[in-house]
């Protein structure tokens, strides 16, 4: 059971709009930063998203990023076939003094 | 650019020890945190522990899932991390990550991983 909540599955065509949730509580999106990652199939995560809604150098604008109180999105925009992939959302917790992750969205691109 | 390997991954038997090492280039490792982070076999993704840089007291913290039985530390002078991992239980079995976050320029350096078996 993680920390943070993800859906499990999320889907859509290619040029569609997709956005993946990530439900946490006070102690860790409520007062931290949000990351989201992205993991190809057999590779190493790869960060999409800092500090919420920041993008890092070479990420498409296709990805962003936000957060509202409680909860994070990660919008997927003009999608495409290679956006197939695993994708995780992270957030420093203060009550555990640790970092948690959420358990993955599976997306698939139809 | 920064470049991170692990090895030390392998077959042990529960109870057994093993250590981990990640050897970074690019980057003064002293200079910076550092994760470890684990993946089971089909399963998310779980963060392990952190060090600090020496400026920031180099202290290490861990998840309590490994707190007692994981020690992470560093040899700066061959810029390598080492996850020691002691009382393994199958439950250990997954691939290692060592990262290098550095929020301040949005970048998150990942290794390829290593993979720890803990099998009879």
């Known amino acids: 059971q993680s920390v943070l909540t993800q859906p499990p599955s999320a889907s859509g065509t290619p040029g569609q709009r997709v956005t993946i949730s990530c439900s946490g509580s006070s102690s860790n999106i409520g007062s931290n930063y949000v990351y989201w990652y992205q993991q190809l199939p057999g590779t190493a995560p790869k960060l999409l998203i800092y500090r919420s809604d920041q993008r890092p150098s070479g990420v498409p604008d296709r990805f962003s990023g936000s957060k509202s109180g409680t909860s994070a999105s990660l919008a997927i925009s003009g999608l495409r076939s290679e956006d197939e992939a695993d994708y995780y959302c992270a957030a420093w917790d203060d009550s555990l003094s640790g970092r948690v992750f959420g358990g993955g969205t599976k997306l698939t691109v139809l | 650019e920064v470049q991170l390997v692990e090895s030390g991954g392998g077959l042990v038997k529960p109870g057994g020890s093993l250590r981990l090492s990640c050897a970074a280039s690019?980057?003064?490792?002293?200079?910076?945190?550092m994760t470890w982070v684990r993946q089971a076999p089909g399963k998310g993704l779980e963060w392990v522990g952190r060090?600090?840089?020496?400026?920031?007291?180099?202290?290490?913290d861990y998840a309590a899932s490994v707190k007692d039985r994981f020690t992470i530390s560093r040899d700066d002078s061959i810029n390598t991390l080492y996850l020691q991992i002691n009382s393994l239980k199958t439950e250990d079995t997954a691939v290692y990550y060592c990262?290098?976050?550095?929020?301040?320029?949005?970048?998150?350096?990942w290794g390829q991983g290593t993979l720890v078996t803990v099998s009879s």
């Open positions: 990262t290098a976050p550095n929020w301040n320029i949005g970048i998150d350096s």
């Open positions: 060090i600090r840089s020496r400026a920031d007291g180099g202290t290490a």
């Open positions: 690019g980057f003064t490792l002293g200079n910076a945190w």
